[in-house]
T-cell receptor
Framework: TQLLEQSPQFLSIQEGENLTVYCNSSSVFSSLQWYRQEPGEGPVLLVTVVTGGEVKKLKRLTFQFGDARKDSSLHITAAQPGDTGLYLCAGAKGGNNRLAFGKGNQVVVIP | DTAVSQTPKYLVTQMGNDKSIKCEQNLGHDTMYWYKQDSKKFLKIMFSYNNKELIINETVPNRFSPKSPDKAHLNLHINSLELGDSAVYFC?????????????FGQGTRLTVV
């Protein structure tokens, strides 16, 4: 069974549009990270959210951690082609150095 | 300077061969990992080492043997390669800060078994 479910798996939008992708679980996490992976590269950490209800902004990207610390969302405003990539969420349960990854949201922004 | 570096980036080999992938991190992290990413982009943990000691060993065939000579290096040796081993293998390292575990990944090794 997959610990973290990401939806939608694939999303294609026009440049300038907004989008939201989701990461859901039935488990509670001590923290949750979002990574972006581009073709031929390893995942790169974007943000870590720790507190239930926390909202973090990274330029045009807004990350929210659910109140119950089981889910998260990533909203991109005015998407640009450079936002194209595989967005991976990963949950950590404190103290065991284990990150569980979702299967990713593949985002394509068309110029 | 590359934080987590793994070599080679590409590896094409025949079934039945034995191959190794090397990984080094210069971040001073205590924990290193090997992940496997399949054709559907699912990133699955294989092994985790903390200060040279194995702490996570997922259900991985024993043809895969990690070796950590020191906490900055974690190599992956694979015996008797099979077609199903074809994937991208990522090395990563992390340091816990409070209850947070944030991973830094290498560029990956694309293994193709023919």
């Amino acid at each position: 069974t997959q610990l973290l479910e990401q939806s939608p798996q694939f999303l294609s939008i026009q440049e300038g549009e907004n989008l939201t992708v989701y990461c859901n679980s039935s488990s509670v996490f001590s923290s949750l990270q979002w990574y972006r992976q581009e073709p031929g590269e390893g995942p790169v950490l974007l943000v870590t959210v720790v507190t239930g209800g926390e909202v973090k902004k990274l330029k045009r990207l807004t990350f929210q951690f659910g109140d119950a610390r089981k889910d998260s969302s990533l909203h991109i405003t005015a998407a640009q082609p450079g936002d194209t990539g595989l967005y991976l969420c990963a949950g950590a349960k404190g103290g065991n150095n284990r990150l569980a990854f979702g299967k990713g949201n593949q985002v394509v922004v068309i110029p | 300077d590359t934080a987590v570096s793994q070599t080679p980036k590409y590896l094409v080999t025949q079934m039945g061969n034995d191959k190794s992938i090397k990984c080094e991190q210069n971040l001073g992290h205590d924990t290193m990992y090997w992940y496997k990413q399949d054709s559907k982009k699912f990133l699955k943990i294989m092994f985790s080492y903390n200060n040279k000691e194995l702490i996570i060993n997922e259900t991985v065939p024993n043809r895969f043997s990690p070796k950590s000579p020191d906490k900055a290096h974690l190599n992956l040796h694979i015996n008797s390669l099979e077609l199903g081993d074809s994937a991208v293998y990522f090395c990563a390292s992390s340091q816990e800060v409070g209850e947070n575990t944030e991973a830094f990944f290498g560029q990956g090794t694309r293994l193709t078994v023919v």
